[in-house]
């Protein structure tokens, strides 16, 4: 919550870390705004502390970002859109991997849904209008989106390995059903790590500004804290860990000369160089983000103080979220520029729709005939 009085600069700053990392950027910009808004570079009559002087960044920022995010919208809701039709619809059944990435296109949907929400939010400079309910669905279905996206992300990696540096056994679990079972529990994963932001976020009125902002209200900064180590601990760090350990298998079988002898092997080396594409670009996108969230909890605790540390972290984590944010739209190109076997299941589905579509047009040419010919005689 907002609190003026003799803590004030000390509040107004941890408005800036009451954001969660896929929430986006509200609360962090929002102390931001508050401070351009309000005049409040100025001395704090109260504490006797200098707020950090700010640029031109988040001008810049209320408009560019929105143009950004419905722009990644757009092309994310037409990409994922395409690889759930490609795999849905194709003839063939899914494999455990289509499995995984097809959900994975499912979470980014979800997410991508959500986005333009946050661009109306901030193009409004943070004044939430769309009410209470929203507030708390549209946050949490980000956050389920982001737990999700990185188990599944991890279950692909785990059946790579599976599949390659354990070809010759494990082949039970690695069956659509469990693939199937799996991505339920990482749903379900997902909303339960959801329930924070179904909790925490409301409305609140910031009488100084006049605005109705969509906030994170934790109860305590300990508890806050708590929440953030979490976070990168469960979304990052774990994730890292075992996406590391199963690409550098993954990497030492597929430059094994006497491994590429087995046919499964072969087989499966196929749909891998996508999965490790997929995983290095994931890491790529969200790293600098949770680097920069870690630096956050750093700055919270008083390891790291000062303008220069505050402004790194607020207007670093504004360029981050940018890049996470394109993640979501970057996986059906990754398909299409790296996945053969998914060029392969697009081209066949599109000859057969023209198939379809040329069949449908020469029955009606048959029966017009037929018509004719008939009302002739």
């Given at each position: 919550?907002?609190?003026?009085?003799?803590?004030?600069?000390?509040?107004?700053?941890?408005?800036?870390?009451?954001?969660?990392?896929?929430?986006?950027?509200?609360?962090?910009?929002?102390?931001?705004?508050?401070?351009?808004?309000?005049?409040?570079?100025?001395?704090?009559?109260?504490?006797?502390?200098?707020?950090?002087?700010?640029?031109?960044?988040?001008?810049?920022?209320?408009?560019?970002?929105?143009?950004?995010?419905?722009?990644?919208?757009?092309?994310?809701?037409?990409?994922?859109?395409?690889?759930?039709?490609?795999?849905?619809?194709?003839?063939?059944?899914?494999?455990?991997?289509?499995?995984?990435?097809?959900?994975?296109?499912?979470?980014?949907?979800?997410?991508?849904?959500?986005?333009?929400?946050?661009?109306?939010?901030?193009?409004?400079?943070?004044?939430?209008?769309?009410?209470?309910?929203?507030?708390?669905?549209?946050?949490?279905?980000?956050y389920?989106?982001?737990?999700?996206?990185?188990?599944?992300?991890?279950?692909?990696?785990?059946?790579?390995?599976?599949?390659?540096?354990?070809?010759?056994?494990?082949?039970?679990?690695?069956?659509?059903?469990?693939?199937?079972?799996?991505?339920?529990?990482?749903?379900?994963?997902?909303?339960?790590?959801?329930?924070?932001?179904?909790?925490?976020?409301?409305?609140?009125?910031?009488q100084?500004?006049?605005?109705?902002?969509?906030?994170?209200?934790?109860?305590?900064?300990?508890?806050?804290?708590?929440?953030?180590?979490?976070?990168?601990?469960?979304?990052?760090?774990?994730p890292?860990?075992?996406?590391?350990?199963?690409?550098?298998?993954i990497?030492?079988?597929?430059?094994?000369?006497?491994?590429?002898?087995?046919?499964?092997?072969?087989?499966?080396?196929?749909?891998?160089?996508?999965?490790?594409?997929?995983?290095?670009?994931f890491?790529?996108?969200?790293?600098?983000?949770?680097?920069?969230?870690?630096?956050?909890?750093?700055?919270?605790?008083?390891?790291?103080?000062?303008?220069?540390?505050?402004?790194?972290?607020?207007?670093?984590?504004?360029?981050?979220?940018?890049l996470?944010?394109?993640?979501s739209?970057?996986?059906?190109?990754?398909?299409?520029?790296?996945?053969?076997q998914?060029?392969?299941?697009?081209?066949?589905?599109?000859?057969?729709?023209?198939?379809?579509?040329?069949?449908?047009?020469?029955?009606?040419?048959?029966?017009?005939?037929?018509?004719?010919?008939?009302?002739?005689?």
């Open positions: 919550m907002l609190l003026y009085g003799s803590h004030n600069y000390t509040n107004r700053y941890a408005i800036s870390f009451l954001t969660d990392s896929v929430s986006m950027i509200v609360n962090a910009t929002l102390n931001q705004s508050l401070t351009a808004s309000s005049n409040l570079s100025a001395v704090d009559s109260s504490s006797g502390s200098n707020s950090c002087p700010e640029g031109n960044f988040w001008e810049w920022l209320y408009t560019f970002q929105p143009i950004y995010i419905m722009v990644v919208c757009i092309t994310g809701l037409v990409g994922n859109s395409f690889v759930l039709i490609v795999l849905c619809l194709h003839k063939s059944h899914c494999t455990v991997p289509d499995i995984y990435l097809g959900s994975l296109a499912g979470a980014d949907l979800l997410l991508l849904a959500c986005l333009p929400f946050w661009a109306v939010n901030i193009a409004r400079r943070y004044h939430w209008p769309f009410g209470g309910f929203l507030c708390r669905y549209v946050n949490s279905v980000i389920m989106n982001l737990y999700s996206s990185v188990y599944l992300l991890v279950m692909v990696s785990i059946d790579r390995y599976l599949a390659l540096v354990k070809a010759l056994g494990h082949g039970r679990i690695r069956t659509v059903s469990c693939a199937k079972i799996n991505c339920f529990f990482i749903w379900m994963f997902g909303l339960l790590m959801s329930c924070p932001a179904i909790i925490f976020r409301e409305v609140t009125y910031i100084h500004l006049n605005i109705s902002a969509c906030l994170l209200n934790h109860p305590n900064i300990a508890w806050k804290l708590q929440m953030d180590i979490t976070l990168i601990v469960i979304v990052f760090l774990v890292v860990a075992i996406i590391s350990f199963c690409t550098f298998q990497l030492n079988v597929l430059r094994n000369n006497e491994m590429q002898r087995f046919k499964q092997v072969r087989r499966e080396s196929k749909a891998t160089y996508l999965v490790l594409v997929v995983l290095l670009v890491i790529i996108c969200w790293m600098p983000f949770q680097f920069l969230r870690i630096l956050g909890i750093f700055y919270e605790i008083k390891l790291l103080s000062g303008c220069t540390w505050q402004n790194v972290i607020n207007n670093g984590n504004q360029i981050a979220i940018f996470a944010c394109t993640n739209c970057i996986n059906p190109i990754l398909y299409v520029l790296v996945g053969k998914f060029r392969n299941k697009a081209k066949e589905l599109y000859i057969q729709s023209i198939a379809r579509r040329m069949s449908s047009w020469n029955f009606t040419d048959s029966v017009t005939t037929q018509t004719t010919s008939a009302k002739s005689n």
